[in-house]
């Protein structure tokens, strides 16, 4: 079963596109767009346990570190550009997302809200990080970086003079589940944006 945010995302994905995955992780998305949309995809994970689980599902997949830069790809050679979870982990994340766009002619990014309603209370009352089921590390061993609310992501896309195309946010309780659309730098746990140059 696919993260609600893959699910989502797959409406802007077109059948039979190259998509290029970075962070692919388990290649989980790239299967599920192969087997959905007939995508000629590929992934470039890091992880060594990642690797092994996309070639066990038939993935493409290269290990390399995003945080080293795409140089290696030439301008819009995939019709999209995915980066699911990761932003909040890179150096850079502003630079990558301006090479997503190079390289792609549409990119999509989830990543989570760090100005959630149950972050922020639980950061308020509680005095410590959160640790929830989207964001499962302690602060001395997360992986995340760049703590990135919707907010700043707008502002971000505003700088870089992107184009939102679409946008969706994700919340897994009640009354936040009726309140994301609203307010989603308060009220989405989970942001998912579909850009473009």
């Not at 589940?177 to 944006?193: C, D, S, V």
């Amino acid at each position: 079963m696919l993260r609600v945010d893959l699910e989502i995302l797959q409406q802007w994905i077109r059948p039979d596109s190259r998509v290029l995955d970075l962070g692919c992780g388990d290649g989980t998305l790239l299967h599920s767009l192969k087997e959905s949309h007939g995508v000629e995809g590929y992934g470039l994970e890091i992880a060594p346990e990642g690797i092994t689980a996309c070639i066990a599902r038939g993935v493409n997949v290269v290990e390399t570190d995003i945080n080293q830069g795409l140089d290696h790809f030439a301008d819009d050679s995939f019709d999209t550009v995915v980066m699911t979870y990761s932003l909040q982990t890179l150096k850079r994340p502003d630079h990558t997302i301006a090479e997503m766009l190079r390289i792609g002619k549409e990119c999509v990014v989830t990543f989570p809200n760090f100005a959630y309603l149950r972050a922020r209370i639980h950061l308020g009352f509680r005095g410590h990080m959160p640790v929830t089921k989207q964001l499962p590390w302690q602060w001395y061993d997360t992986p995340n970086i760049h703590f990135c609310t919707v907010a700043d992501f707008e502002d971000l896309c505003r700088d870089l003079k992107i184009r939102v195309l679409n946008r969706e946010f994700v919340a897994s309780h009640s009354p936040e589940r009726q309140l994301k659309g609203i307010w989603p730098n308060l009220f989405g746990e989970t942001a998912i944006y579909h850009l473009s140059k």
